[in-house]
């Protein structure tokens, strides 16, 4: 783009979630550095990449879990870096952790109550016939408690309960985990998809790269803490080069140089 072009903002150009520049760790040592992601309104984005390499600390650092030593986060073109949880939630940042996503001891109902809490009752009813119509099946089990449902039923409930406030964006760090390959697929094309579709911008970390690619519309693969390439999921899967970088044997070739 030459100077003298207007600049679009990133509203207007649909980018729900740009984080910049992202520098972030446990201490003043970065695990992540120099990353830049998007994420457009509707659209599934994924990051894949193998243990260790700083995703869940990327989604961490979006959400100032981990420490940002560097960079930027923007909402809708608006700053909010370094604002808190809560805020984020009520700005439309919604999270669903790898491990311990739901309420046990409470009914699918009572779930998703807690993830309405910040809402007033009526509009929280609202809210969860808005999230029994991304997940049409959660409405038969909505007495049930979480304990007797099935993984993906439990993931299901996990993100209906993360929808409760509204997101315009979803961090989702690893849904699949611990599923068997038949429900991470169905999690993935059958929920993770249902978002993008209602709309909602999605930030995929998955460990399960060819899963998540058949789903998402952007990919960005990570190694040892950065972005090492980027490209629509589709060109990705259909050229041998790149499938090769993302999830084949080049994965520890491109590792062992950075
Ligand atoms: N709370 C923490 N304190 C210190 N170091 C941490 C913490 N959490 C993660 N790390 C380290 O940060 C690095 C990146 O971890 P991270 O969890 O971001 O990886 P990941 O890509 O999500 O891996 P996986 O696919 O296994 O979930 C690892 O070396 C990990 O040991
Ligand atoms: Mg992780």
Redesign the pocket.
């Known amino acids: 783009m030459s100077s003298a072009e207007p600049r679009v903002s990133e509203a207007e150009a649909g980018i729900a979630l740009a984080a910049r520049g992202i520098a972030a760790g ?1 201490s003043e040592i970065p ?1 992540v550095s120099d990353v830049d992601v998007e994420v457009r309104h509707g659209q599934v984005v994924a990051v894949v ?10 989604l961490k650092a979006i959400l100032g879990i981990a420490r940002l030593l560097g960079g930027h986060i923007e909402l809708d073109g608006k700053d909010v870096t370094g604002l808190p949880l809560p805020r984020l939630a009520r700005l439309g940042i919604g999270y669903v952790p ?1 491990a311990e996503d739901v309420f046990e001891g409470l009914r699918v109902r009572e779930n998703l109550d807690m993830g309405g809490y910040l809402v007033n009752p009526r509009e929280r009813a609202t809210r969860m016939e808005k999230a029994l119509e991304v997940f049409p099946q959660l409405r038969s089990k909505l007495n049930r408690y979480v304990e007797t449902l099935s993984g993906g039923e439990r993931k299901m409930t996990a993100i209906a309960r993360v929808l409760m406030l509204d997101p315009k964006v979803l961090l989702l760090d ?1 849904p699949t985990a611990g599923l068997s390959p038949e429900l991470s697929r169905v999690v993935l094309e059958e929920q993770v998809r249902a978002l993008g579709r209602h709309g909602k911008a999605v930030l995929l ?1 998955e ?1 399960k790269a060819v899963a998540a690619l058949g789903i998402a519309d952007w990919a960005y693969m ?1 190694v040892r803490g950065r972005v090492v390439m980027s490209a629509r999921a589709v060109d990705v899967l259909g050229d041998p080069k790149m499938r090769e970088i993302f999830l084949g044997a080049k994965g520890p070739e491109l590792e062992a140089k950075v």
């Open positions: 446990y695990i990449g193998p243990n260790g390499a700083g995703k869940s600390t990327l790898q690893e970390v460990q990570m």
